[in-house]
């Protein structure tokens, strides 16, 4: 398995365009924050490798259904699982076709 070389921050800071005190003092510590949010437990930089191989490995042990994709060809069924409901736009398209002239 081919590794790339661990960044710094002085280095990524440097390729983004951002200065290594707002990252370390700014972003960084927002990530931590949003990653120990979702993931239930504390994220450090120490740990953060770990916790990624857990939850891979919880991903790739759950069954995920098997849904069987419909051709792209034409407007998909109203009882597609893939169609999506606009209320807003489909009444208001409704309204139009009322219309006198407006569906002929």
């Avoid at 857990?54 to 034409?74: D, H, W, Y």
């Avoid at 407007?75 to 209320?87: H, K, M, Q, T």
Wanted: charged fraction near 25%; include cysteine; proline fraction near 8%.
């Amino acid at each position: 398995m081919l590794r790339r070389p661990k960044k710094t921050y002085d280095r990524i800071a440097s390729e983004c365009g951002y200065s290594a005190n707002y990252l370390k003092k700014k972003v960084i510590p927002q990530l931590w924050h949003l990653l120990s949010q979702t993931f239930g437990k504390k994220v450090t930089k120490a740990n953060c490798g770990l916790i990624f191989k857990e939850r891979r490995g919880a991903i790739s042990n759950t069954r995920v259904p098997q849904v069987k994709l419909e051709s792209p060809e034409g407007p998909v069924s109203l009882g597609s699982p893939f169609y999506i409901e606009r209320p807003v736009l489909e009444q208001s398209l409704y309204e139009e076709i009322q219309e006198p002239g407006g569906c002929n």
